[in-house]
């Protein structure tokens, strides 16, 4: 009904409008399937048990990348590890204890600051800081101290706009049946937001999982197959950094499609867990 009160200009301008956006929306589905389908195509069919098993050899000329999967997952253990705790409490405080509203606005801008740096940046200060002013040298722990503090304002952020969705009557409930601060923030405010929570911790992996750029300055390149504790202690590879070192270095492109392959399936499927816990948890407070 609405339509047949427009004008034939403004009917012409919405149904202009309406092809407009939908070309937008096929050119970005068109992209994302371009990508997916280059990067998978001429990457999986070089993918191997070997590859994935193995640590390169320089003396057989075999290449490997089971140092660099572990590399991965050592860095995102350690950097989540600390971001994990420091930004929920950082929003807790912020959001529940703080009083002063400048105090909490000047941080805020801080972390939305921090969000938009380049993350060379973070690698040149993560060099200069943890790996030479704090004796680290190049490693994996350096590395994952970098990924810290460019994750900690999206772990912070994130939480805190989970803590405001929880309705201020439940914790007026809950002060009104005798818990104090701490136990209503640890059994009323904290589960009710805890799929915020959760998203900001596989976002907050995906970013990880990723980075390249500051961790060439800090982790290094090594490919050397060490346990958790030697292997954050001494330099290392990451998949990214090694997809960098494959391509541009020795030019071995069979094997960065076959690592980016590996990348945009870990990306797809933290894609995918981020969609499933935001429906869970929608469906169980429905529920």
């Not at 970005?28 to 195509?41: D, I, K, N, W």
Request: glycine residues 10%.
């Amino acid at each position: 009904m609405l339509s047949q009160k427009l004008s034939p200009r403004r009917r012409g301008y919405a149904a202009f409008m309406r092809i407009l956006m939908a070309m937008a929306a096929l050119s970005t589905a068109a992209l994302v399937a371009f990508l997916l389908a280059y990067v998978l195509g001429k990457g999986i069919p070089h993918l191997s048990w070997e590859l994935l098993s193995t640590k390169p050899s320089y003396l057989t000329e075999r290449i490997g990348i089971l140092p660099d999967i572990l590399n991965t997952l050592y860095i995102v253990a350690a950097a989540l590890g600390i971001t994990l705790p420091l930004g929920v409490g950082a929003a807790v405080y912020l959001t529940e204890y703080a009083e002063n509203k400048r105090l909490v606005s000047a941080i805020e801008l801080a972390a939305e600051t921090l969000s938009g740096i380049p993350s060379i940046i973070y690698g040149l200060v993560g060099m200069l800081f943890f790996c030479q002013f704090m004796s680290m040298k190049t490693s994996l722990l350096a590395g994952a101290l970098t990924l810290v503090i460019m994750n900690l304002p999206t772990m912070m952020r994130t939480t805190q706009e989970s803590l405001k969705t929880v309705p201020q009557s439940y914790r007026e409930g809950a002060f009104g049946l005798g818990a104090g601060k701490w136990r209503v923030i640890r059994t009323v405010v904290l589960p009710g937001c805890v799929d915020g929570i959760l998203t900001g911790c596989i976002l907050s992996v995906g970013r990880i999982i990723g980075e390249s750029a500051a961790l060439l300055f800090t982790a290094g390149f090594a490919h050397s197959l060490n346990g958790f504790l030697e292997g954050l202690n001494s330099a290392g590879a990451t998949l990214t950094v090694a997809l960098y070192v494959y391509a541009k270095e020795q030019g071995e492109f069979d094997v960065a499609f076959a690592i980016a392959a590996i990348l945009m399936l870990l990306a797809l499927a933290i894609d995918l867990a981020t969609a499933l816990v935001g429906r869970y948890f929608k469906h169980r407070r429905n529920t």
